[in-house]
């Protein structure tokens, strides 16, 4: 994959890299010394012509991360095939879903199970194939995951999303406490964090739903008070680059 390229590039692996959040991140990461592996369910013509004009390295694949087993194993194939060290390997756990929305009685196994796979339990397996994959890479190894207010803040209606996202924070706190205080280029830095209420396709989705606080959602889009993605992305990009990424394990963008 990386077809002898120098020391000096930084690797970033996107998860739900094709529209939203995860696609502005990878507009943001489209820098000179970077390189990008894009991971979604869909494609985004659009953003691959704009990644290829950028001339920045970009791999783009699909998979269905909602699917633990098999993104795991994705992700350990497509590091494996990385033939040199870069200079600084991260993975973003972006992809996410907010559906189920509605009372605690109303879930079921059906919606609930996928949900929880796609917030959760992927982001799980693939931060383990990630570590391990990497473990012979001399460089600075990181996690971040896309968290949410949601997660420190219950929202009624939301209960699936909110244990999900409150469950990748104390993952991302394990991870830290195994590995953060190893030695040198065996450490694995990790943060979760949030974005704030971001202009994208899941607030339309928020948007349309019957719960409790809606109007509140609805009203921050009319009253133009939504962040947008690419700005969203830009300091979340810069804050990656930042020397004490990892102290703050639990973080959230707009304090800073």
Same mark, same amino acid.
């Given at each position: 994959m990386s077809n002898g390229s120098p020391r000096s590039t930084h690797l970033y692996i996107v998860t739900g890299?094709?529209?939203?959040?995860?696609a502005a991140l990878v507009r943001a990461l489209l820098k000179p010394g970077n390189r990008v592996i894009g991971v979604a369910?869909?494609?985004?013509?659009?953003?691959?012509?704009?990644?290829?004009?950028?001339?920045?390295?970009?791999?783009w694949h699909l998979q269905d991360l909602s699917q633990p087993g098999p993104s795991a194993g994705w992700?350990?194939?497509v590091l494996e095939a990385v033939d040199d060290t870069p200079a600084s390997v991260t993975l973003i756990l972006n992809a996410g879903v907010v559906e189920p929305i509605g009372p605690i009685t109303a879930l079921h196994e059906n919606t609930l199970v996928p949900h929880l796979q796609t917030n959760l339990v992927t982001p799980m397996t693939m931060t383990g194939a990630f570590i391990d994959a990497t473990a012979r890479f001399d460089c600075p190894r990181k996690v971040l995951a896309i968290s949410s207010g949601a997660a420190r803040n219950p929202v009624q209606g939301w209960s699936a999303y909110c244990a999900g996202k409150a469950g990748l924070d104390m993952f991302i706190r394990s991870v830290n406490a195994e590995y953060a205080g @190893?030695?040198?280029d065996r450490a694995v830095r990790a943060v979760a964090l949030a974005p704030g209420v971001?202009?994208?396709g899941? !607030?339309?989705?928020?948007?349309?739903a019957d719960f409790a606080q809606v109007q509140r959602f609805r009203?921050?889009?009319?009253?133009?008070? @939504?962040?947008?993605?690419?700005?969203?992305?830009?300091r979340i990009a810069a804050y990656?680059?930042?020397?004490?990424?990892? !102290?703050?394990?639990?973080?959230?963008i707009r304090n800073h």
């Open positions: 890299a094709s529209r939203g959040l995860g369910r869909s494609r985004n013509t659009d953003l691959e012509r704009e990644a290829a004009a950028s001339g920045v390295p970009v791999a992700l350990a194939s @190893l030695p040198g971001v202009d994208t899941m !607030q339309e989705t928020i948007r349309g009203d921050l889009k009319a009253n133009e008070q @939504l962040a947008s993605p690419d700005d969203v992305a830009q990656l680059d930042r020397p004490d990424f990892g !102290q703050t394990e639990l973080d959230d």
